[in-house]
Antibody
């Protein structure tokens, strides 16, 4: 059974940093591209970033480019999102999600974790 | 950026009735469209990809159609568990992915 468990969320001041993690199990980790998608309170879904199965290719939305860094540790079956320069508008539940790498890095997201809440406020 | 627009924002339907949800892309995305269902407090669930291909295990009452810029998700006979928010997502205009604003299907 595919399991994705996000952690690392919390309250941070504007301008601060936070690192999210997504621990994965139940599938061959390197065979899946992994993404972060966020959802502001009461709002819709927004794609944030994607990393290929090997970790060699990364993609970012314009809204986080230059501030967020996606990475993965394939020896630990874990995905990360390093978030720097946080703003109030980054407040959201952050989901990790996966798709088979054989189908391309960017596309429909087959499985999602339950999310981690990040609140940016003073 | 490809903007995805969903309509209506809210759809009021009685159980057993048909629901028709629309999604429009600001430019052609061929058939590179997915639909998700999200229940309150839960993560989204992939229902359909390739505009019309149902994910394994998704009931046949869910169907998708369209190509280019106009897409439709139809739920043929609404069950109680289908009252939720539905999002479309385009994946044609890489490297960016984008979602629609969502349609809430509520009980009439």
């Amino acid at each position: 059974e595919v399991q994705l468990l996000e952690s690392g969320g919390g309250l941070v001041q504007p301008g601060g940093s936070l690192r999210l993690s997504c621990a994965a199990s139940g599938f061959t980790f390197t065979s899946f591209a992994m993404s972060w998608v966020r959802q502001a309170p009461g709002k819709g879904l927004q794609w944030v970033s994607t990393v290929s199965g090997s970790g060699g290719r990364t993609y970012y939305s314009d809204s986080v480019k230059g501030r967020f860094t996606i990475s993965r540790d394939n020896s630990k079956n874990t995905l990360y999102l390093q978030m720097n320069g946080l703003r109030a508008e980054d407040t959201a539940v952050y989901y990790c999600a996966i798709r088979p790498a054989s189908s391309g890095d960017l596309g429909p997201l087959d499985y999602w974790g339950q999310g981690a809440l990040v609140t940016v406020s003073s | 950026e490809t903007v995805m627009t969903q309509s209506p924002a809210t759809l009021s339907v009685s159980p057993g009735e048909r629901a028709t949800l629309s999604c429009r892309a600001s430019q052609s995305i061929d058939s590179n469209l997915a639909w998700y269902q999200q229940n309150p407090g839960q993560a989204p669930r992939l229902l359909i990809y390739g505009a019309s291909i149902r994910v394994t295990g998704i009931p046949a009452r869910f169907s998708g159609s369209g190509s280019g810029t106009e897409f439709t998700l139809t739920i043929s006979s609404l069950q109680s568990e289908d009252f939720a928010v539905y999002y479309c997502q385009q994946y044609n205009r890489r490297p960016a992915l984008s979602f629609g604003g969502g349609t809430k299907v509520e009980m009439k």
